[in-house]
């Protein structure tokens, strides 16, 4: 018969409370000796958790499903985003150090995610890209904690963390202005209603009509992040007469540009300017450095995990929504006319 935690616990003389802890990963307050005797304990004794055993037993599974509401294109990998993989590997190590396990999804339907939570037991859902349609329907279905990324839409049994989307490029615009340009492009992903960038792109907009410059409709280009794309589209902003700065709604659209114009013997600042979103470690690498708009994402991240676990906990919560502040950090990339 394996060997049971209480088993464990026996052996080591210690409580059941105090391996649980070492094994789940949460042993901060738990001295090396006693993890050491524990450990040792586990190996000899050849105690294996049984995850399924203790689903069943306490009806948690101990797992968080983050779900990324999105169409899958064929080769399509959302962790390429570099904004995707800093927030998951933040979340991850958070979750770990609560006992909790992180599961990834890319879910296009309603119908998808019915599906996925038949099959897998999760005790709570992170979803990005939600908006008001079937979707968003089927999670107010649900009796499983939910916390929303960086959404515009809102449910009383839901929690959201944000950003000052509209702030930030409104800021990001009127940095530019202040420098001397007047025509600016913005480029972003297909912008959709009720959404993240199109908060953006009323910043951007408000900030040309604060300025007294009129809104060029052809100056909005909505494309596909992925650096082939950028570096096509910065082939096609060259041929744009009196072009002298570009907004973009991510740092990794702004870094593709950058690539592309290089490529084309096209100078930035000297001759474009280019501003991000976002601040992740690309921006510092690229040359010239990436004048761009900082959010703090391990902040974040920080709120969205005290959320899930505060409704996991049946913590009784004094707000449900966070919209993080921003601001404008200045590099290289942006030149003054």
Known sequence: MPATLKDIANYTGVSCTTVSNVIHGRSGRVSAETIAK??????????????????????????????????SQPNSNFMDDPFQSSFVGIIEAILREHGY??????????????IFLRNWNVDGL???????????????????????IDSYVHHPAFCNVGLEDFAGSKLATS???????????????????????????FGYKTALAEAGIPFDEQLVIQYCMDLDSMIKLSC???????????VTTADIMAAGLM???????????????????????????ITPPLTTIHQDMPLKVQKAVEFMIQRLEGTKLTETEVILPVRLIERESVRTL
């Not at 040792?40 to 101990?62: D, F, G, H, Q, W």
């Not at 939600?130 to 916390?147: A, G, I, Q």
């Open 38 to 71: 524990i450990e040792a304990a586990i190996k000899e004794l050849n105690y294996v958790p049984n995850m399924s055993a203790r689903t069943l037993v306490s009806s948690s599974s101990k797992v968080i499903a983050f779900i990324n509401h999105a169409d």
């Open 101 to 114: 396990f992180l599961m990834l999804r890319t879910v296009a339907t309603s119908n998808d995610l019915k």
């Open 126 to 148: 992170f979803v990005t890209g939600v908006f008001r349609n079937e979707f968003f329907d089927t999670l107010t279905t649900l009796s499983l904690p939910v916390v929303l």
């Open 236 to 246: 096609e902003l060259a041929k744009v007469d009196g072009l002298t700065a570009v």
């Open 259 to 285: 690539t592309g114009f290089r490529q084309q013997g096209i100078r930035v600042p000297e001759d474009i300017s280019v501003i991000g979103f976002d601040d992740l470690n690309i921006s510092r690498m």
């Open 175 to 201: 940095y530019l202005i202040k420098r001397g340009h007047h025509k600016i492009a913005f480029v972003s992903p297909l912008i959709q209603d009720g959404g993240v960038l199109q908060e953006r792109f």
